[in-house]
């Protein structure tokens, strides 16, 4: 009841993460990590700053949004939005789900993945697949399913962010984050 | 190649019996030895929580325990002759009481005895949950009148951990108390992480305020130990109109029960590991102030309190 109220509250505000709303800094990305399972959120974020790069990268992590609107000012311009999503939560999808609504809808354009984790669990699983592959759709973003608890994945997850991460800063030239939309089309659509 | 400790406990047992034999031990020893066993290992058993009230007018007598033995005694004999009552009194002041129970026609059961510790400066009694409910208001009426007071009532409070039962009901855990000025975070003696700048953390405020609100329900210190707590729906089915026609206005009965190694300590770490917004419900936070792990919840008047229950 109380994250509603605040919801409500905050929105009114209009406290919207925007894609275009900063200038960028040279040669730096920023990467928004979203989610309730903080230890997971931080494992990953560790072994994102591990992997080399060529660029300057800040991980912000939050488990909701809105962020503080206190903060705005010193925020850089956020280039990618990861969901972190935990079948094994229904609290912690329902978070996403509100945090959804504070993203504007030019992030969709390939500036926003939804990570799945806790999928091999099968018996712990309070969140519908169906429910999880429905918010891919709708909000036109690819879903990544990953054991981040496995450092394997892990590496390989953050290596794929980041390769992410660099084609939405606009890092490499000649390919736009609105290629990402081709990760959408599965064999069903033929 | 497993060790093989049969040989090890008979000759133990063998001993034992021996030494029983040479100083003449009778029932009595017997049932000292399994009074010190189970207090040793009393969180083996369920405990029940029970709270007796003075009679009208009645005087805080100075506790004489020889006086409490015999009318203990006396009131169960007078119903049910074939009984093993033995008693033992421990440090903490607590008088643990060995009931093994019979019939009319049979001796008794020495190995389904019951259990109750109680504290003589105190009005609660804890009664081990193994007993005979149909022996219990024997047991109850024989308390009563032993230590003076005038009635008793089973409380809905029940657990493992018989400290933790103690510290609920003599209110020795860490209580909380409303200031009316909020206080802002205490500096903590906490060596600052090694954070690397690249690392953000978005919402520290609202990290700060859960800890806060956690820290203004639960208090500070251990919380006590309890296994489960139990919640008893007899509200209405609440549901889309055009769902199935559930016109009968009927109870939709519901039980809900949550079990944990430590219940409390569980729910203080759900709004810091982000799996429930802070603060709790306080069907769940009241566990500790309202002595009770067992709830009744009724339509429209929200938590009612279990009535009486007369042993």
């Given at each position: 009841?109380?994250?509603?109220?605040?919801?409500?509250?905050?929105?009114?505000?209009?406290?919207?993460?925007?894609p275009?709303?900063?200038?960028p800094?040279?040669n730096?990305a920023?990467?928004?990590?979203?989610?309730?399972?903080?230890?997971?959120?931080?494992q990953?974020?560790?072994?994102?700053?591990?992997?080399k790069?060529?660029?300057?990268?800040?991980?912000?992590l939050?488990?909701?949004l809105?962020?503080?609107?206190?903060?705005?000012?010193?925020?850089p311009?956020?280039?990618?939005?990861?969901?972190?999503i935990?079948?094994?939560?229904k609290?912690?999808?329902k978070?996403?789900e509100a945090?959804?609504?504070?993203?504007d809808?030019?992030?969709f354009?390939?500036?926003?993945?939804?990570?799945?984790?806790?999928v091999?669990?099968?018996?712990?699983c309070?969140?519908d697949?169906?429910?999880v592959?429905?918010?891919?759709?709708?909000?036109?973003?690819p879903?990544?399913?990953?054991?981040?608890?496995l450092?394997g994945?892990?590496i390989s997850?953050?290596q794929?962010?980041l390769r992410?991460?660099?084609?939405?800063?606009?890092?490499?030239?000649?390919?736009?984050?609105l290629?990402f939309?081709?990760?959408?089309?599965?064999?069903?659509?033929? | 190649?497993?060790?093989?400790?049969r040989?090890?406990?008979?000759?133990?047992?063998?001993?034992?019996v021996?030494?029983?034999?040479?100083?003449?031990?009778?029932?009595?020893e017997?049932?000292?030895l399994?009074?010190?066993?189970?207090?040793?290992?009393?969180?083996k058993?369920?405990?029940?929580?029970?709270?007796?009230?003075?009679?009208?007018?009645?005087?805080?007598?100075?506790?004489?325990f020889?006086?409490?033995?015999?009318?203990?005694?006396?009131r169960?004999?007078?119903?049910?002759?074939?009984?093993?009552?033995n008693?033992?009194?421990?440090?903490d002041?607590?008088i643990?009481?060995?009931?093994?129970w019979?019939t009319?026609?049979?001796?008794?059961?020495?190995?389904?005895?019951?259990y109750?510790?109680?504290h003589?400066?105190t009005?609660y009694?804890?009664?081990?949950?193994?007993?005979?409910?149909?022996?219990?208001?024997?047991l109850?009426q024989?308390?009563?009148v032993a230590?003076?007071?005038g009635?008793?009532?089973?409380?809905?409070?029940r657990?493992?951990c018989l400290?933790?039962l103690?510290?609920?009901?003599?209110?020795?855990?860490?209580q909380t108390?409303q200031?009316?000025?909020?206080?802002?975070?205490?500096e903590?003696?906490?060596?600052p992480?090694?954070v690397?700048?690249?690392?953000?953390q978005?919402?520290?405020?609202?990290?700060e305020?859960?800890?806060r609100?956690?820290?203004?329900?639960?208090?500070d210190?251990?919380?006590?130990?309890?296994?489960?707590?139990q919640?008893?729906l007899?509200?209405?089915?609440?549901?889309n109109?055009?769902?199935?026609?559930v016109?009968?206005?009927?109870?939709?009965?519901?039980?809900v029960?949550?079990?944990?190694?430590?219940?409390?300590?569980?729910?203080?770490?759900l709004?810091?590991a982000?799996?429930?917004?802070?603060?709790l419900?306080?069907?769940?936070t009241?566990?500790?102030?309202?002595?009770r792990?067992?709830f009744?919840?009724?339509?429209?008047?929200?938590?009612?309190?279990a009535?009486?229950?007369?042993?």
């Amino acid at each position: 009841m109380q994250r509603q109220q605040r919801f409500e509250s905050q929105r009114a505000k209009m406290s919207v993460v925007r894609p275009f709303d900063k200038l960028p800094v040279l040669n730096s990305a920023a990467i928004l990590l979203v989610g309730t399972d903080e230890d997971l959120q931080r494992q990953l974020a560790q072994t994102i700053l591990k992997e080399k790069k060529d660029f300057k990268i800040s991980i912000h992590l939050a488990t909701s949004l809105p962020l503080p609107a206190e903060r705005d000012h010193i925020r850089p311009r956020i280039d990618l939005i990861v969901f972190m999503i935990n079948v094994q939560s229904k609290y912690g999808f329902k978070n996403i789900e509100a945090s959804l609504a504070h993203v504007d809808a030019n992030f969709f354009l390939g500036k926003v993945c939804f990570l799945v984790t806790g999928v091999g669990r099968v018996n712990h699983c309070s969140v519908d697949m169906s429910a999880v592959r429905k918010l891919g759709d709708v909000y036109c973003s690819p879903l990544v399913f990953c054991e981040l608890e496995l450092e394997g994945i892990r590496i390989s997850t953050a290596q794929r962010l980041l390769r992410m991460l660099q084609i939405c800063a606009g890092h490499v030239p000649g390919v736009s984050a609105l290629f990402f939309s081709s990760l959408m089309r599965s064999s069903n659509d033929e | 190649r497993r060790l093989d400790m049969r040989p090890l406990k008979e000759a133990i047992a063998e001993a034992v019996v021996q030494l029983c034999q040479e100083n003449l031990a009778s029932i009595k020893e017997a049932a000292v030895l399994d009074i010190v066993y189970n207090h040793t290992f009393q969180n083996k058993r369920v405990w029940t929580v029970y709270q007796m009230t003075k009679a009208t007018g009645g005087e805080t007598d100075i506790f004489d325990f020889t006086a409490f033995k015999r009318k203990f005694k006396r009131r169960i004999q007078s119903s049910l002759i074939n009984v093993t009552i033995n008693f033992k009194e421990f440090e903490d002041n607590a008088i643990w009481i060995r009931i093994a129970w019979g019939t009319s026609y049979t001796k008794p059961n020495q190995y389904k005895a019951t259990y109750v510790v109680y504290h003589s400066q105190t009005p609660y009694a804890f009664i081990s949950k193994s007993i005979n409910r149909s022996n219990l208001p024997l047991l109850c009426q024989a308390l009563i009148v032993a230590s003076n007071y005038g009635d008793i009532r089973e409380m809905e409070l029940r657990s493992h951990c018989l400290d933790s039962l103690k510290d609920i009901v003599f209110k020795r855990y860490s209580q909380t108390f409303q200031t009316h000025h909020p206080k802002p975070l205490q500096e903590r003696n906490v060596a600052p992480e090694n954070v690397d700048p690249r690392l953000i953390q978005e919402d520290k405020s609202e990290k700060e305020r859960i800890q806060r609100v956690n820290r203004e329900v639960f208090g500070d210190g251990p919380q006590p130990k309890l296994e489960f707590a139990q919640y008893k729906l007899e509200t209405m089915f609440k549901s889309n109109p055009k769902m199935v026609n559930v016109s009968e206005r009927e109870s939709f009965r519901c039980l809900v029960k949550f079990s944990s190694p430590h219940l409390l300590e569980a729910l203080k770490s759900l709004a810091p590991a982000g799996m429930a917004d802070a603060p709790l419900s306080p069907l769940l936070t009241c566990i500790p102030h309202k002595a009770r792990n067992y709830f009744k919840i009724k339509e429209r008047k929200g938590v009612l309190a279990a009535s009486l229950v007369s042993p």
